[in-house]
């Protein structure tokens, strides 16, 4: 579904899937970690700690001022961003469990809606980790930027974010990440008043 409007802006500053403009797209990245005989608390536990760490500085650089090295992220922190060819935004964690952890956009982040960063295994019972997104454009400009240049700069980001976690495992990514993009409906949790937790394998988990 293409939304050509956007609603009200949240109160609380967040930026929902359901306010933003074009189709809703729920982008994965799934890597299984091969080498590593980490367990998936430790691997979301050592991700909520070194964060900001792991995004590739050539795409995105993360900065959380209410949290210092080697302090784990909590539900209420800001983290600000700094986009190549964007400038900055940020986001919010607004979800953080023992595998899991899920941050919503702010207000002037060229996208609309929430992001789940969680850690699994795959059924050979090897460690893995996923990132998946659900978003639109916040705005037509930001969609149009989107198809120029951001989803490469999105994929290449999240790729290298999740290669610097299986080094950080004392593993490596098997093969290769896998990347899936489609269009999805609207969830009541891409929309205010919406749950902030992952609530099925579609919105998280391993």
Same mark, same amino acid.
């Given at each position: 579904?293409?939304?050509?409007?956007?609603?009200?802006?949240?109160?609380?500053?967040?930026?929902?899937?359901?306010?933003?403009?074009?189709?809703?797209?729920?982008?994965?990245?799934?890597?299984?970690?091969?080498?590593?005989?980490?367990?998936?608390?430790?691997?979301?536990?050592?991700?909520? #700690?070194?964060?900001?760490?792991?995004? *590739? $500085?050539?795409?995105?650089? +993360?900065?959380?001022? !209410? &949290?210092?090295?080697?302090?784990?992220?909590?539900?209420?922190?800001?983290?600000?961003?700094?986009?190549?060819?964007?400038?900055?935004?940020?986001?919010?964690?607004?979800?953080?469990?023992?595998?899991?952890?899920?941050?919503?956009?702010?207000?002037?982040?060229?996208?609309?809606?929430?992001? #789940?960063?969680?850690?699994?295994?795959? *059924? $050979?019972?090897?460690?893995? +980790?996923?990132?998946? !997104? &659900?978003?639109?454009?916040?705005?037509?400009?930001?969609?149009?930027?989107?198809?120029?240049?951001?989803?490469?700069?999105?994929?290449?980001?999240?790729?290298?974010?999740?290669?610097?976690?299986?080094?950080?495992?004392?593993?490596?990514?098997?093969?290769?990440?896998?990347?899936?993009?489609?269009?999805?409906?609207?969830?009541?949790?891409?929309?205010?008043?919406?749950?902030?937790?992952?609530?099925?394998?579609?919105?998280?988990?391993?």
């Amino acid at each position: 579904m293409v939304r050509l409007t956007q609603a009200r802006p949240d109160p609380s500053g967040i930026v929902f899937a359901s306010q933003g403009y074009g189709p809703l797209l729920e982008r994965e990245y799934l890597a299984v970690i091969e080498a590593s005989d980490l367990a998936p608390e430790k691997i979301a536990d050592l991700v909520r #700690t070194r964060f900001v760490c792991f995004a *590739p $500085a050539e795409t995105a650089r +993360f900065c959380c001022q !209410s &949290r210092g090295e080697g302090e784990s992220l909590q539900v209420g922190d800001v983290l600000d961003i700094e986009l190549s060819l964007v400038g900055t935004c940020s986001v919010r964690v607004v979800h953080a469990d023992d595998l899991s952890m899920t941050m919503r956009t702010l207000q002037g982040h060229p996208e609309a809606g929430r992001i #789940t960063f969680s850690a699994g295994k795959d *059924p $050979a019972g090897r460690p893995s +980790f996923r990132i998946r !997104s &659900r978003t639109r454009a916040n705005g037509l400009m930001n969609f149009a930027g989107f198809l120029l240049m951001g989803k490469q700069m999105q994929a290449r980001c999240w790729i290298n974010f999740i290669g610097n976690v299986a080094e950080a495992c004392d593993g490596r990514v098997l093969d290769a990440v896998k990347v899936r993009t489609r269009v999805v409906e609207e969830r009541p949790a891409d929309r205010p008043g919406g749950p902030d937790e992952p609530t099925d394998q579609q919105d998280g988990g391993g």
